[in-house]
Every structure is written in structure tokens, then in C-alpha cells.
């Protein structure tokens, strides 16, 4: 075991955030509580300062102490944003069918940062991507029915600007009176918002004299609308769903109440390995569930039929379960398992106990007797992580399990345990069982909440100004 100490602060440019993948584990972190703070909520906003634990030669560990807060939209004064031109980088990505929005979800989390800003007089001009376009403009992906829907919600005039760029939009821009708000087109119709091109954040950032990135779900993106119009832009600062989303989630990581649970599913454990690594580091109890289950199991050496199996993690799975073990982490798997002979909601189907699977039956759900066993688990917990289903939930008979999860947390939420929900999969199922609203915190981030558990830095917070 060799111990590296590595100390940095700096600010990433656009060459260096177009490499982020091949550099994160550089830039990683495992949070650590500061100890001037109180165990209320932990300011989420910090420029890099990371110690770097080499445990192996395969995985490094790292920590990351709070320094010092980004800015954000309450340190700011009615003089800051009055008259102002504010470009708001806001997650706008919502379903469509055709023209109609089957979800506002998204626009409604950015309402409190927009009607902020108008309230204070400033002139509100409004970015977002939707979709994946494959370049230049696409109709289907048009931002037209936000506008629209975000002009009801508001109940005044959102204008719909022909493009991100160019003329036409500077010309609207400078006719806008205090309290205005413009909706720029698809951001993604051009191909250097995510390349990150300085000409192109240059044009972003033409006649805007403040930006505010509300888009939690794009905060992982080193793109050119949250990461390269901060270098055109000062000041630079975070709207109140970003705040809120990272307090929620780095206090989770940082300073939970304990005892604290995860419960992390999904299909497989290579898209979990940086969650369930950083979490070991801070849990009391990790429960498993969904199809990541049987590569635990198979690595166990127990017959697992025909159900979905890593080969080739078998043995990160045995070492996920050592490192657990040398932490004193609890890992929790389930007892019994809903099987079925085919991938299929018409499935044949039965409840069997863990290690009894026959051959040609495969593994979709948790059974009853896990569920109990969850909820007895969690009985005690003060803070709860949910990333994952326990099962297939999309299909009804396979739905029971991620959706009495669901339901325990409801419970335990109504009885002051903290609980969050961090993942897209978890959202959407919490989200259909009707009871988003019952939880502590529902992340509007998928591939963000990820990467902010797992412990990894985001390009769109750490390009904003330090308080």
C-alpha cells in the first residue's frame, strides 16, 4: 500500500473538460464532513482539494475536503440582477409525444430560479437541450412546446427565439424589458455545444451580463451552455435547484444522520462499481437487488439458471464483498427471488429461495420474504439512498419488489428518516407508484446523481464562481 498526497484548486478550461472521462479519476472525490460545519447542511459548493488514497493498484480512493462555496443565485442583490441580461442554463429535456408534453416535471423544477429572477426585474433568456438531435435543426426536438408550457406555468409571455445564436436572437435579446423571458431554441442543434466550442460559448455568452446554471441534469456535461460560456460570463453562479440538488445529495455523502442505507439495483454491477465504491466508504448498510445480484452470486459459487451474469466481474464482485467486510458495511442480498421461464410479462413464475434457481428459469424480482427483510433492515436508518430497481418493474409481475421499496420508504419518510432518491430508473419508478412527493428529495438528475455519488467532480459546478 502506498499513501499519495495530491492538493489542487484550479478552474478546468474547455481543452482540459473535453478529456474529462479520460481524466476524472483524477478529479475524483470521497467527501469528508467539515468540521466548522454544523450537522445541518453542508455547503455544496467547492473548488477541488483531493487526497488521493492508492488502496491498489486497480482502484484509487479519493477524498475531497470542503474549502471554500460557489456562488449562488441568494448571494446575489436586487442591484445584482435588476435590468440585467441573465442567460439561465435550465434541464428543460422533458418527454414528448409529437408536440405534446407528457411530463413537466423538469420545467416545473426550474420555475423557482425563473420567477426569482423576474421578480427581480432582471431579463430572463432561458437554454436548454432536448434530446439527441443529430444536427442542425429537427422539428421534433424543437423546444416550441416548452415555451408554451412555461408561459402557463408562469402565467405571463415566454418568447420563443429562432435559435441559440445569431442576429435575430441578439436583436431579441436587446429589445427585452426588465422581467422578460426568451427561450432559446435547442441548444444541441449545433454540434459544438457538446464539443464544448470556445466560438460557439463566446456567441452563447454575446450581450449576456450574468449566467446561472439551474440544470442538475446536464451538470455532468462539459458542454459548451454549462461549462464554456463561464468563461464569457462573470459573475457565474448556481439557480436554487442546483443548490438543492447537491445539498440533498453531498450531504447524503458528507454528513449523513446514521444510521445510513443505500439500496443500489439495476442490472448490472459494472454500472455500479464507482456508486458502490464510494458508498462502502460511507455506509452502515448497502442492500442489493436487482439482475446485479446473480454475478454476486454466481461469484459465490451458487447456481444462478439462466439469469443475467457479468462473467467477466466475477471477481470485482468477490472483491466489492471483501472491501464491504475490512469497512465493517453490511451488504444485504436478497433471501428469495420471483423467477420466470422467460423474459417475459406472460411468463411462467414462482418464488424461490435464493440459491435454488432452476436451469432455464432466470431471476427478475426480489420475493416476499426479501422485501420484509428490506424493511426490517431499514427500520432504523436516519438516512436512506435509493439508486436502482430491485427488479424488472417496467413488467407488472416482475414490479412488486422495486415497488414495495417504494412504499417502505414512504413510510419511513413520514417518520423523519431522511430519504433521496438519486437515478433515473428509481425516479421513474417512484414517479409511477405516485409517490414522488413522499420522499425527502427526488433527484432531477440521471447521469449527474450518478457521478455525484460515485464521487466524481461536475464540470458544470466547478466552473462557477467561488464565493
Known sequence: MSLLFVTCSFRLHSHQCNRWKH?????????????????????PFFPL????????????????????????????????????????????????????????????????????????????????????????????????????????LLGKSV????????????????????????????????????????????????????????????????HASTQGVTEFIRPSVAGFLLEKELEYLQTAIQNPQRPFAAIVGGSKVSSKIGVLDSLIEKCNVIIIGGGMIFTFLKARGVSVGSSLVEEDKLDLAKEIEQMAARKGVKLVFPTDLVIADKFDNNANTKVVPFDQIPEGWMGLDIGPESIKMIE???????????????GVFEMEKFAKGTFSVAQILAKLTEQGTITIIGGGDSVAAVEKANLADKMSHISTGGGASLELIEGRVLPGVAALDDA
Request: with cysteine; aromatic share 4%.
Open 49 to 152: 482539494k483531493t487526497n488521493i488514497l492508492q488502496r491498489n493498484s486497480r482502484n484509487l480512493h479519493m477524498t475531497t475536503a470542503i474549502s471554500s462555496r460557489k456562488k449562488s443565485l441568494k448571494d446575489l442583490s436586487t442591484a445584482d440582477l435588476k435590468g440585467k441580461r441573465v442567460l439561465v442554463r435550465c434541464d428543460l429535456n422533458v418527454p414528448l409525444d409529437g408536440k405534446t408534453i407528457t411530463d413537466d416535471t423538469r420545467i416545473r423544477a426550474s420555475l423557482p430560479t425563473i420567477q426569482y429572477l423576474i421578480n427581480h426585474g432582471a431579463k430572463v433568456i432561458l437554454s436548454s437541450h432536448l434530446g439527441r438531435p443529430k444536427g442542425g435543426f429537427e422539428d421534433r426536438y424543437s423546444l416550441a412546446p416548452v415555451a408554451e408550457r412555461l408561459g402557463q
Open 376 to 390: 426490517s433492515e431499514l427500520a432504523s436508518c436516519k438516512t436512506i439512498l435509493w439508486n436502482g430497481p430491485m
Open 23 to 43: 481524466v476524472s479519476i483524477l478529479h475524483g472525490k470521497r467527501l469528508l464532513c467539515n468540521p466548522t460545519t454544523t450537522n445541518k447542511t453542508l455547503s
Open 159 to 222: 418568447r420563443m427565439a429562432p435559435d441559440c445564436i445569431g442576429d435575430q436572437v441578439n436583436n431579441m435579446v436587446h429589445a427585452m424589458n426588465d422581467g422578460d423571458i426568451i427561450l432559446l431554441e435547442n441548444v444541441r442543434f449545433y454540434k459544438e455545444e457538446t464539443d464544448n466550442d470556445p466560438d460557439f460559448s463566446r456567441k452563447l455568452s454575446m450581450n449576456m451580463d450574468l449566467y446561472v446554471n439551474d440544470a442538475f441534469g446536464s451538470a455532468h456535461r462539459a
